[in-house]
């Protein structure tokens, strides 16, 4: 065995006594809405092949259903027939040829369902789900005993190493564990005794059918953050249960997908729930896995040398970055594509019912239709723009073998994400900054800072393709509201860069993603000042990754127990009383609630914080005029009212920076959406054509690139140059990445 100088306890062996895991390192299950449909599991093993060759010990898939009532979706993905093998077959034996392991999570959704057919411990609704569940009768119980033994026997049977019994995230299983949903008076209700019964009786019947040399894993809710939930004991109580059931390993599950409180997201600190982890580490004889908010090699080798786990798992990582593991085992920790727990389009792709992918790595579930091939003949490209569309479609156009420039009119690469890496609860975004710049550099691409890029200099240079991904620009209302011009108005990116401080009293003027950020900016109490960081050269250093929120001061402003060994059900407690330094009022145009177009996993957050934190918050607002008083408005009776404010934040949109496009210079965003549409259809044009890419992938009209055949050079846009709006990265990095694969 030899013993890594870094991370020795994250690559070192762990024998389950039938098995040995490579590593300590699993990746963790994701729903990526492959494993719903037979037609789609060629990709599915694609992608666990992909992860599996990047080294990890061991992956489990998505939920796979036991029966009908335990779908996700209708008709989604099961297996309960001999039938199903084949399919299961092609993830398991793409897995295997990389000495990687493979559980397949048995998911019963209980009332979580989303079909008629739902089930649960109660006859109590879900609040995030449409069907109110029928309450399992005991006949119901043991026929789902039974379709549990029956899919582990069906998965040994299709190669898989074992099975995850999924018991937690407020699933089946968890909601006949919790006072929360079961109020039964019979066998399966009362005491954690009682209410333990059914998800043992499972385990038992999984054991008895698949034998002994087979891995039987459960995720475990060990802080379900619900009313009436568990507390630490009875957690401590079921986890011993399981383990003399005939578990092989127990799995840290944090929080119902219901819960009020994060659990996930980036404003989440690193390894948040270690500790509760660690009380079930300490209480078995068997692995206990450690899970949510690990995302780098550093804080895993914390938690394992620490004695906090046996195991570390990572799901979504694994999506930004299938190399996780052998990037670490190389100690090349900078070069990893760290998971930034946006959600933006993972998690929400998965609740929207689409496919999953990442905002960081577009190949993640499209491994068989977005290559990077190697190229043929090397071209010489040219990419004015060093945001997060210029650096994606530089890298790899480098990684496919052509020789690339990137321009940057900057002293810093990154572009928006420079803004966004000071929002506090998205510090994580520094991450995708740091390797972009360390990976450019590893593929040879010549980086070229403060430099103001001219069409006398593309002509100088002449490339053979051109791409322009010089981003936005604020939207300023200088022109279209009186006193816009003022010196107590000021644009978003001015504030983020440091570049001016806000007064006591704030008005933001538009209250989509941005205006958000920007209020919780000005509000939260650990944030840095970001003017000291700019006089000093930190803010624009490459290395400087701003400070997060601690644990403790997360936990007591969402209301979650100090205490791991916590008696209060769920673990929830009275969260802080908060006092802002900062009056801020967040206004937007439109009539209604305000955040109705934040992300569906991440938006409650940020919305959630603002109203802690005292945000006024201001619909169907008509501005008049701004004064050095502050801003006049008119209210809905048509009477004009002083808002007495020290500084407007102008978040009123972005606007496109496309002037070196040959065919879209001095046209607005609205009219470039347009013409994508119209030539998309006719895919010659007089001065321009049209290149349509991958047709496998196929997307919408935004992954369609503009071309532009012009003195001697093909041009390119891509990003918000292409299509200004908010907070657009998925859309930016996914641009780079498909054009770069065409090249």
Not at 18 to 32: A, D, E, I, Q
Not at 231 to 247: N, P, R, T, Y
Not at 412 to 429: M, R, W
Not at 680 to 696: C, E, F, M, R, Y
């Amino acid at each position: 065995m030899t013993h890594h100088s870094t991370y020795p306890n994250l690559f070192k062996p762990l024998d389950l006594g039938f098995t040995t895991l490579k590593n300590r390192v699993v990746m963790g299950s994701m729903h990526t809405g492959l494993e719903d449909r037979f037609y789609h599991y060629d990709k599915l093993a694609a992608y666990f092949a992909e992860r599996a060759k990047g080294g990890v010990a061991m992956m489990i898939t998505g939920g796979i259903s036991p029966n009908r009532q335990g779908w996700l979706l209708p008709m989604g993905g099961t297996l309960n027939h001999q039938l199903d093998i084949l399919n299961h077959q092609k993830v398991t034996q793409a897995v295997h040829q990389y000495d990687s392991k493979i559980l397949m999570q048995i998911l019963h959704s209980g009332r979580y369902g989303y079909h008629p057919f739902v089930v649960s411990a109660s006859a109590i609704k879900s609040p995030i789900s449409p069907f109110k569940p029928r309450q399992m009768s005991r006949t119901n119980i043991e026929k789902t005993v039974q379709d549990f033994a029956d899919c582990a026997t069906l998965a040994k049977q299709a190669g898989y190493d074992g099975v995850e019994i999924m018991g937690s995230e407020g699933y089946l299983l968890n909601q006949f564990l919790s006072r929360h949903v079961n109020r039964r008076t019979d066998e399966y209700g009362g005491d954690i005794h009682a209410r333990m019964r059914f998800p043992l009786a499972v385990v038992k019947a999984v054991r008895s059918a698949v034998g002994d040399d087979f891995i039987i894993c459960f995720r475990l809710s060990m802080l379900d953050l619900v009313k009436d939930g568990n507390d630490m004991s009875e957690v401590v109580i079921v986890a011993k249960a399981l383990q003399d059931a005939g578990v092989t390993i127990i799995n840290t599950g944090i929080g119902w997908h219901e819960a009020r409180v994060p659990t996930i997201v980036t404003s989440v600190p690193r390894a948040a729930f270690a500790d509760f982890t660690a009380v079930i580490t300490q209480a078995v004889n068997i692995p206990v896995m450690a899970a949510n908010r690990i995302n780098m090699p550093s804080t895993a080798e914390s938690i394992l040398s620490s004695g906090q786990a046996d195991l570390i798992q990572m799901a979504r990582p694994f999506l930004a970055d299938p190399q996780w593991v052998n990037k670490a085992k190389a100690n090349t920790p900078e070069r990893i594509n760290t998971c930034i727990a946006c959600n933006q389009a993972c998690l929400d792709h998965t609740f929207e019912h689409k496919r999953s992918t990442c905002l960081v790595n577009p190949q993640a579930c499209y491994e068989t239709e977005l290559t990077y091939p190697p190229v043929k003949k090397a071209k010489h490209i040219g990419v004015v723009g060093g945001g997060v569309a210029g650096m994606s479609a530089a890298l790899v156009a480098a990684k496919r073998g052509h020789q690339v420039t990137l321009y940057e009119a900057r002293d810093v690469l990154g572009g928006q994400f420079n803004y966004a890496k000071v929002i506090p609860g998205k510090e994580e975004f520094y991450e995708t900054i740091r390797y972009f710049h360390h990976e450019l550099k590893h593929h040879g691409v010549k980086i070229v800072l403060n430099t103001q890029v001219t069409p006398e200099l593309i002509a100088e240079q002449r490339f053979d393709d051109v791409v322009i991904a010089t981003g936005v620009v604020p939207r300023s209302l200088v022109g279209k509201l009186d006193g816009a011009e003022r010196a107590n108005v000021i644009s978003y990116a001015d504030l983020l860069s440091g570049k001016v401080v806000a007064g006591k009293r704030v008005a933001v003027i538009g209250a989509g993603g941005i205006g958000y950020d920007v209020a919780e900016f000005l509000t939260a109490t650990h944030t840095q000042d970001l003017v000291s960081l700019a006089k000093s050269g930190k803010l624009n250093d490459p290395s400087h990754r701003p400070k997060p929120q601690s644990i403790s001061d997360w936990r007591d402003e969402w209301g979650v127990t100090q205490q791991a060994e916590y008696a209060k059900q769920g673990g929830l407690t009275q969260p802080h009383a908060i006092t802002p330094h900062r009056q801020v009022y967040l206004m937007q145009r439109s009539k209604g609630r305000l955040g109705k177009g934040l992300n569906k996993t991440t938006g409650w957050v940020h919305k959630a914080h603002v109203k802690n934190h005292g945000v006024y918050q201001l619909s169907g607002v008509q501005y008049d005029k701004i004064t050095d008083e502050g801003i006049w408005l008119i209210n809905t009776s048509g009477q004009a009212q002083l808002l007495r404010v020290d500084t407007i934040v102008v978040c009123a949109g972005q606007v496109s920076v496309n002037e070196l496009m040959p065919t879209v210079r001095h046209q607005s965003d609205q009219n470039l959406q347009k013409n994508h549409k119209k030539t998309a259809k006719d895919p010659i044009t007089k001065l321009s054509q049209i290149i349509i890419g991958n047709k496998n992938l196929a997307h919408t009209d935004d992954d369609i690139t503009p071309s532009v055949l012009y003195q001697g050079s093909r041009y390119h846009i891509i990003g918000g140059a292409k299509l200004a709006g908010e907070l657009d990265a998925k859309r930016a990095i996914r641009d780079g990445a498909v054009l770069a694969a065409q090249l």
